[in-house]
């Protein structure tokens, strides 16, 4: 089983829809979660991070958490054609040198 | 803040010769930094994890003695691939780590686009 495993897609919305995003993860121990963008050619962008159940927005994003159930979701609001691109989740588990675990991705196209 | 900067951004080069890439973190220093390659259409793959003062921690089926990996200081680490052959040719990223504990965040570096003719 994947540590953390994410829809590859791709994932097609018209402009101004809400695109939504999500991640499961294996470890419960997990204790912070991170979403990156990245565009193609070039090196993922931090664009979220969150630590604890529940939401967290900023700006036209919000990332969601819910431990419980090992999920962690990104919401894109009024999508924008520059929103497409991969979208990586990103779960540290606490432990160890390298600790953060990252899916694989999910392409994300907005449509004009 | 947290700017991970890579140098250099793109490098060509005959099959045979090393190429080195630095990664530096500009505005924080990290004890750790890792080494990432991508090809194309494919998820980040990590190559191996860099601690200052100590050797790297390489990843199963990458060779320790074909990436060469030293972080010197809190602020830089180096990757060289020796004897590079065309199958080397890929997109070498690498990250930094804020300071350790349950927040802390990788924040990665443009990368180094390297073809090897």
Not at chain 1, 7 to 19: D, Y
Not at chain 1, 40 to 52: A, F, T
Not at chain 1, 77 to 97: E, F, I, M
Request: charged share 15%; hydrophobic share 30%.
């Amino acid at each position: 089983q994947k540590e953390v495993e994410q829809n590859s897609g791709p994932l097609s919305v018209p402009e101004g829809a809400i695109a939504s995003l999500n991640c499961t993860y294996s470890d419960r121990g997990s204790q912070s979660f991170f979403w990156y963008r990245q565009y193609s050619g070039k090196s993922p962008e931090l664009i979220m991070s969150i630590y604890s159940n529940g939401d967290k927005e900023d700006g036209r994003f919000t990332a969601q958490l819910n431990k419980a159930s090992q999920y962690v979701s990104l919401l894109i609001r009024d999508s924008q054609p520059s929103d497409s691109a991969t979208y990586l989740c990103a779960v540290n588990n606490g432990g160890g040198a390298n600790n953060l675990f990252f899916g694989t991705g999910t392409r994300l196209t907005v449509i004009p | 803040g947290a700017v991970v900067s890579q140098h250099p951004s793109r490098v060509i080069c005959k099959s045979g010769t090393s190429v080195k890439i630095e990664c530096r973190s500009l505005d924080f220093q990290a004890t750790t930094m890792f080494w990432y390659r991508q090809f194309p259409k494919q998820s980040l793959m990590l190559m191996a994890t860099s601690n200052e003062g100590s050797k790297a921690t390489y990843e199963q089926g990458v060779e320790k003695d074909k990436f060469l990996i030293n972080h010197a200081s809190l602020t830089l680490s180096t990757l060289t691939v020796t004897s590079a052959h065309p199958e080397d040719s890929s997109f070498y990223i690498c990250s930094a780590r804020t300071s350790g504990g349950s927040t802390d965040t990788q924040y990665f570096g443009p990368g180094t686009r390297l073809t090897v003719l």
